[in-house]
């Protein structure tokens, strides 16, 4: 395991593979399955995993309490904890306080190693500021309380730009893989926090998983590399490829994907230019075929009508890139009449909140369109008997 961004203050270094707290298994009863979360945090420390990134949000706010109860069984000098400040939902310096205080007691920890104001956007970042956020997190960070302080974003690069620029930021923590060179801060904004020297942190490594699940046929030039590869292996290289990486955080969901993670930042062999372009031609055969941007966050769920926002979008992409009639109706299959995207009455509260900023109401539209028309469309086979 690599241990890459510098610490001064005595604490543990952050292992380049960070443990994001977002996607922990769910049991038939829609619970987050604690005893299989417990179980994977072992093996992950055991792997040299230091870091372990959580939020507010994540799992209906399920995901801190749950972190901070399955790491207090280890030293609290043993690991590197991160969290957020929800500062899109609160409207005053005392409620940030209030906030910032309640999640130290969730997570059973008087300090966190790494802070952050959590989804930066224009009207988030302005918020920030003038409510006195930032003030209050760099008071917190004198006092010990925050160690590293950072941001986590999703606009524009020239938004990007603009706070980055603002002060002097610890490090920051933005959305980049093989597919998203150009979106939000993209390529383009690492580079500028690398020359200004400040960390960079990955989020979405593999785009929510798309990246891990590549069909033969989008595959087909990193299978030509190496066949024994996994998919998830050549997006985590890709994105530790690039030195000012300070952690990727991958939302891992199943003790196979910390296993698969694990064997692959053992040792990172930064990609030749023969696997460059192999992930280059992967990206494109991607792009033609991807439907939307959807990562699975969930951010945007529970959804007051009862769609399963992000199930939908699942299925729309995995058709389009899959082109499997089988698979798609057994998908599709899967989520409930009362769950389906023409459900949506188009309240807009979705839209508001999705990090990728989807047009969700219009998407929705399509998935049903779309997806019912792939559903009832007859193949070569069927029109010759028909
Ligand atoms: S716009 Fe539709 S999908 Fe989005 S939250 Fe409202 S009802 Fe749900
Ligand atoms: S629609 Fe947006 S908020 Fe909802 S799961 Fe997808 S990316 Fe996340």
Not at 13 to 32: D, K, W
Not at 36 to 56: F, N, P
Not at 111 to 125: A, C, G, I, Q, R
Not at 301 to 313: E, H, K, L, T, W
Request: hydrophobic content about 35%; charged content about 25%; overall charge negative.
């Amino acid at each position: 395991m690599e241990y890459r961004m510098k610490r001064t203050d005595g604490g543990v270094q952050p292992s380049l593979l960070g443990f994001g707290a977002l996607r922990f298994p769910v049991n038939s009863q829609g619970q987050v399955d604690e005893a299989q979360v417990s179980e994977m945090i072992d093996r992950a420390m055991k792997g040299g995993v230091t870091y372990y990134d959580t939020a507010w949000p994540y799992l209906n706010g399920e995901s801190e309490p749950i972190l901070g109860r399955i790491l207090s069984k280890y030293p609290r000098e043993s690991y590197c904890l991160s969290t957020k400040l929800p500062c899109y939902e609160l409207n005053s310096k005392e409620a940030a306080a209030e906030r910032f205080h309640m999640q130290l007691q969730r997570l059973q920890t008087t300090y966190f190693d790494y802070y952050l104001l959590h989804m930066l956007n224009k009207d988030t970042w302005k918020k920030a500021v003038s409510l006195g956020m930032v003030e209050l997190m760099e008071e917190y960070k004198e006092k010990g309380l925050i160690r590293y302080f950072g941001f986590s974003f999703h606009d524009s690069y020239e938004v990007f730009e603009e706070i980055l620029n603002s002060r002097n930021w610890d490090f920051c923590l933005i959305q980049l893989n093989y597919l998203d060179t150009d979106f939000q801060a993209g390529l383009k904004g690492y580079q500028l926090a690398e020359q200004k020297g400040i960390p960079v942190q990955i989020m979405e490594p593999l785009k929510g998983g798309l990246l891990a699940r590549l069909s033969p046929e989008v595959a087909e030039p990193l299978l030509a590399c190496d066949p024994n590869a996994s998919m998830a292996s050549w997006g985590m290289r890709w994105v530790a490829s690039l030195s000012n990486v300070g952690v990727v955080l991958s939302g891992m969901g199943a003790m196979e994907q910390v296993v698969d993670n694990l064997n692959t930042f053992q040792t990172i062999n930064p990609l030749s230019e023969q696997e460059r372009m192999a992930v280059e031609e992967t990206a494109k055969r991607l792009r033609e075929r991807l439907k939307n941007g959807c990562t699975g966050c969930r951010y945007c769920m529970p959804c007051p009508a009862g769609v399963d926002i992000q199930s939908s979008f699942q299925v729309w992409n995995n058709m389009a890139i899959d082109q499997d009639k089988a698979l798609t109706k057994r998908n599709w299959g899967a989520i409930a009449p009362e769950n389906r995207p023409d459900q949506c009455y188009g309240c807009g509260r979705c839209e508001r909140i999705c990090p990728q900023h989807l047009p969700i109401r219009s998407h929705l539209k399509l998935v049903t369109e779309q997806v019912e028309a792939f559903l009832n469309e007859k193949n070569k086979v069927e029109q010759f008997i028909s």
